[in-house]
């Protein structure tokens, strides 16, 4: 396991407590770890006063609060706890201008979600919470509350999001196969239409060689007709001549 890398969150020098890479040392102070490890090399801090009842419930809020980070080095287990050093007007300014360097130099989002800029606005907060609480661990833990409702719900939109992606992938993917059976039934569609359209045009033929015959049929009979009413009138000229033939010759009998 590598150090922890640089955090905007201040923490106090890191405190060797083991040199077995099984069980962990019971907790010790700064002085006693590196006077009682005589391979290592960090520089003791220098001895802070003791810190008196309100203190020292501030700071096991603070460390409850803000839980110191560990990480081996071979065999070696190393601590490193969050500073309990009050902050000046200065610090803040620094860690404000440390902020935006820190977010120049990772190339951070200005806009949209970035998980570089969340990671380093949460450093920064957390860095907040640990000034205050120094000062007054109710403000700080009422702190606390408002950063785990934070993540609480920036967890929610994650999970909200990954969920609509899930969702928008489904439907995609269900929406090309709903395109490739359309496509195929279109195409069963296109045929059919095609092969009705041939049908179509062969009982037009049809329709248009009866209706042909009809009309030469139709033209014979026409002929025939007219020919037998031509011959019906002939014959009944011819009697009707007759007719008046015989009637004259009667009359001048």
């Given at each position: 396991m590598i150090p922890p890398a640089d955090s905007l969150l201040k923490y106090d020098n890191p405190v060797l407590v083991s040199k077995s890479s099984g069980l962990k040392s019971?907790?010790?102070?700064?002085?006693?770890?590196?006077?009682?490890?005589?391979?290592?090399?960090?520089?003791?801090?220098p001895p802070k006063p003791k810190?008196?009842?309100?203190?020292?419930?501030?700071?096991?809020?603070?460390?409850?609060?803000?839980?110191p980070r560990e990480w081996a080095e071979g065999t070696q287990l190393w601590v490193q706890k969050v500073s309990s050093a009050?902050?000046?007007?200065?610090?803040?300014v620094l860690l404000s201008e440390q902020l935006d360097t820190k977010l120049q130099q990772r190339q951070a989002r200005i806009t949209g979600i970035c998980p570089v800029r969340?990671?380093?606005?949460?450093?920064?907060?957390d860095e907040l919470i640990r000034q205050v609480?120094?000062?007054?661990?109710e403000r700080?833990?009422?702190?606390?509350?408002?950063?785990d409702e934070i993540q609480m719900t920036i967890a929610a939109y994650q999970t909200i999001y990954e969920s609509s992606v899930a969702?928008?992938?489904?439907?995609?993917?269900?929406?090309?196969?709903?395109?490739?059976?359309?496509?195929?039934?279109?195409?069963?569609?296109?045929?059919?239409?095609?092969?009705?359209i041939k049908q179509l045009n062969e009982q037009k033929a049809k329709c248009d060689a009866i209706e042909k015959r009809e009309a030469e049929r139709r033209q014979v009979e026409e002929?025939?007709?007219?020919?037998?009413?031509?011959?019906?009138?002939?014959?009944?000229q011819q009697l009707k001549t007759q007719l008046e033939g015989i009637i004259t010759s009667k009359k001048y009998h």
């Amino acid at each position: 396991m590598i150090p922890p890398a640089d955090s905007l969150l201040k923490y106090d020098n890191p405190v060797l407590v083991s040199k077995s890479s099984g069980l962990k040392s019971p907790k010790v102070s700064s002085t006693q770890a590196v006077n009682n490890s005589p391979d290592t090399t960090p520089v003791p801090p220098p001895p802070k006063p003791k810190p008196g009842p309100i203190e020292q419930q501030n700071e096991e809020i603070l460390n409850s609060i803000l839980p110191p980070r560990e990480w081996a080095e071979g065999t070696q287990l190393w601590v490193q706890k969050v500073s309990s050093a009050p902050c000046t007007r200065t610090e803040v300014v620094l860690l404000s201008e440390q902020l935006d360097t820190k977010l120049q130099q990772r190339q951070a989002r200005i806009t949209g979600i970035c998980p570089v800029r969340r990671e380093l606005y949460s450093q920064c907060f957390d860095e907040l919470i640990r000034q205050v609480t120094i000062n007054c661990a109710e403000r700080g833990l009422l702190l606390l509350r408002v950063r785990d409702e934070i993540q609480m719900t920036i967890a929610a939109y994650q999970t909200i999001y990954e969920s609509s992606v899930a969702f928008g992938i489904r439907k995609a993917l269900q929406s090309e196969h709903g395109k490739a059976d359309m496509e195929k039934k279109n195409a069963e569609l296109e045929n059919e239409k095609q092969d009705l359209i041939k049908q179509l045009n062969e009982q037009k033929a049809k329709c248009d060689a009866i209706e042909k015959r009809e009309a030469e049929r139709r033209q014979v009979e026409e002929k025939k007709h007219a020919e037998e009413t031509q011959g019906l009138k002939r014959t009944n000229q011819q009697l009707k001549t007759q007719l008046e033939g015989i009637i004259t010759s009667k009359k001048y009998h």
